[in-house]
């Protein structure tokens, strides 16, 4: 664990040494709270309340809602349905899951944002064994910043989803902004060991409206394979809506 540790420091800090050469005099936080399955530095303002809505394979719904509390944290919950759309029965509701993310850093001129937060949000629950297929993130710190050129938002991090084997993952994940209209999405999850496959996950965010976001993502590229549980592992196709909302001071 300490070796993993040493590692993903390094590669933490090289990874935002390419930034030390930038001229601007402002650095560009990414305003997406999330990507597709990787957490950014970003958090849900102040007062705002903000809905993701994912609609994955078999009719399944699963719904994120989260609240900026406080400046810079926000509390959430996720609440995932499977079956809800279609003729597939029957239709039943997994356990909701919860979610807290904390900026501690705003980012500066060599340093990215950093958020610290727990997301107990996995992916295909199998009732029978009473755990996700797909671990959550679990407990994670990730950093966020532009990378090389405007627009082109980085973010790197690392998780622990299980706590009884203790395995210290990470993750990357890329977004370009393109005229505020479009986002081109990669992601790298579940780095570092073998016994847990890791994904590679991409899409494209189209903004309807400032405050109305549409995903249309592939997880799992290139994946075919099984589950321990004997389930398909593979490629999956997603759509996700996300809106955000302000609630006023409370």
């Given at each position: 664990m300490k070796k993993i540790l040493v590692f993903f420091v390094a590669v933490f800090s090289c990874f935002f040494?390419?930034?030390?050469?930038?001229?601007?005099?402002?650095?560009?936080?990414?305003?997406?709270?999330?990507?597709?399955?990787?957490?950014?530095?970003?958090?849900?303002?102040?007062?705002?309340?903000?809905?993701?809505?994912?609609?994955?394979?078999?009719?399944?719904?699963?719904?994120?809602?989260?609240?900026?509390?406080?400046?810079?944290?926000?509390?959430?919950?996720?609440?995932?349905?499977?079956?809800?759309?279609?003729?597939?029965?029957?239709?039943?509701?997994?356990?909701?899951?919860?979610?807290?993310?904390?900026?501690?850093?705003?980012?500066?001129?060599?340093?990215?944002?950093?958020?610290?937060?727990?997301?107990?949000?996995?992916?295909?629950?199998?009732?029978?064994?009473?755990?996700?297929?797909?671990?959550?993130?679990?407990?994670?710190?990730?950093?966020?910043?532009?990378?090389?050129?405007?627009?082109?938002m980085s973010s790197i991090g690392f998780n622990i989803p299980d706590y009884d084997q203790g395995y210290l993952y990470s993750f990357l994940g890329f977004n370009y902004n393109i005229d505020d209209k479009f986002n081109l999405i990669l992601e790298f999850d579940n780095l570092f060991h073998s016994d847990y496959p890791s994904r590679t996950n991409a899409g494209v965010r189209i903004a309807v409206n400032p405050n109305f976001f549409i995903d249309l993502a592939f997880r799992n590229i290139g994946r075919n394979s099984k589950f321990p549980n004997g389930w398909d592992n593979k490629t999956e196709r997603i759509i996700q809506f996300n809106t955000s909302i302000y609630l006023g001071n409370f």
């Open positions: 040494a390419f930034c030390e050469n930038s001229k601007r005099d402002e650095i560009v936080l990414t305003p997406d709270v999330n990507l597709i399955d990787v957490p950014t530095a970003g958090v849900v303002d102040y007062s705002n309340f903000n809905i993701k809505s994912r609609f994955y394979n078999n009719g399944g719904v699963l719904t994120y809602i989260d609240i900026g509390i406080l400046q810079n944290l926000n509390l959430g919950a996720s609440f995932m349905v499977d079956n809800l759309i279609g003729s597939n029965t029957p239709v039943k509701m997994v356990k909701p899951e919860m979610q807290i993310k904390f900026r501690f850093y705003d980012g500066g001129y060599y340093i990215p944002a950093l958020s610290i937060g727990y997301d107990g949000q996995g992916y295909y629950y199998d009732r029978g064994l009473k755990k996700y297929m797909q671990k959550g993130k679990g407990l994670y710190l990730v950093g966020s910043r532009e990378l090389f050129f405007q627009g082109f």
